[in-house]
């Protein structure tokens, strides 16, 4: 099945700061989503971004589809911005959205 | 409603006991989808409704394992006979359209099996 790998693993951040993420995907895919889990682990949508680049305040998402990677930046960093960060792709051939989830990237934004 | 809401959030279970698990989905959503989570990794797909429908139950562990959405609104993910390797935190989502749509998670059910 598809791989999903996402990069760093862990990420230390002082406030204030920028960061990239990235998260690189093994096929092709109908679209990919960014979602932050919050550490009460609910899961919140970022981005819906199968190509470009969108932009939310802070937050910022890129994906070059034919090179099957998506990067998410976070500017200005925010101690509420700590948490996992996921990428989901949605696998071709199937009647349905099928997400599957990345490795995750877990932020610490500290004061 | 406001959001996809789940219940219990949190059940603790001894080992062979049955267990039930709600997911509320925002309304009119055709799309409902349940996803296991364990602890340090990414939610991995269990199973898909079509309104009443499950168009796929692929992710399913075991038999012990069943979902239910019979009037293609509340969905029950029920598991049998529990075991220690069941314990994960249980993930439903919901999205208007069966493709190209956003969907949204709801809180989540932890569930322990001792």
């Known amino acids: 099945g598809i791989q999903v790998e996402q990069s760093p693993p862990d990420l230390i951040l002082q406030e204030g700061a920028n960061s990239t993420l990235r998260c690189n995907f093994s096929?092709?895919?109908?679209?990919l989503q960014w979602f932050h889990q919050n550490p009460w682990g609910q899961l919140i949508n970022l981005f819906y971004?199968?190509?470009g680049t969108k932009q939310n305040g802070r937050l910022s998402a890129t994906t070059v589809a034919t090179e099957r990677y998506s990067l998410l930046y976070i500017s200005s960093s925010q101690t509420t911005d700590s948490g996992v960060y996921f990428c989901?792709?949605?696998?071709?051939?199937?009647?349905?959205?099928?997400?599957?989830f990345g490795t995750g990237t877990r932020l610490l934004v500290s004061p | 409603g406001a959001g996809v809401s789940q219940s219990p959030r949190y059940k603790v279970a001894k080992r062979g006991q049955d267990v039930a698990l709600r997911c509320d989905p925002i309304?009119?959503?055709?799309?409902l989808f349940w996803y296991q989570q364990a602890l340090g990794q990414g939610p991995e797909f269990l199973t898909y409704?079509?309104?009443?429908?499950?168009?796929?139950k692929s992710g399913l562990p075991s038999d012990r394992f069943f979902a239910e959405r019979p009037e293609g609104s509340v969905s029950t993910l029920k598991i049998q006979r529990t075991q220690q390797e069941d314990s994960a935190v249980y993930l439903c989502?919901?999205?208007?359209?069966?493709?190209?749509?956003?969907?949204?998670f709801g809180p989540g059910t932890r569930l322990t099996v001792l």
């Open positions: 989502a919901s999205s208007l359209a069966p493709k190209f749509d956003t969907q949204y």
């Open positions: 096929d092709s895919v109908n679209n």
């Open positions: 971004i199968p190509s």
């Open positions: 989901a792709v949605d696998v071709l051939n199937t009647g349905f959205q099928k997400l599957v």
């Open positions: 309304s009119g959503h055709v799309s």
């Open positions: 409704f079509q309104n009443e429908a499950q168009l796929d």
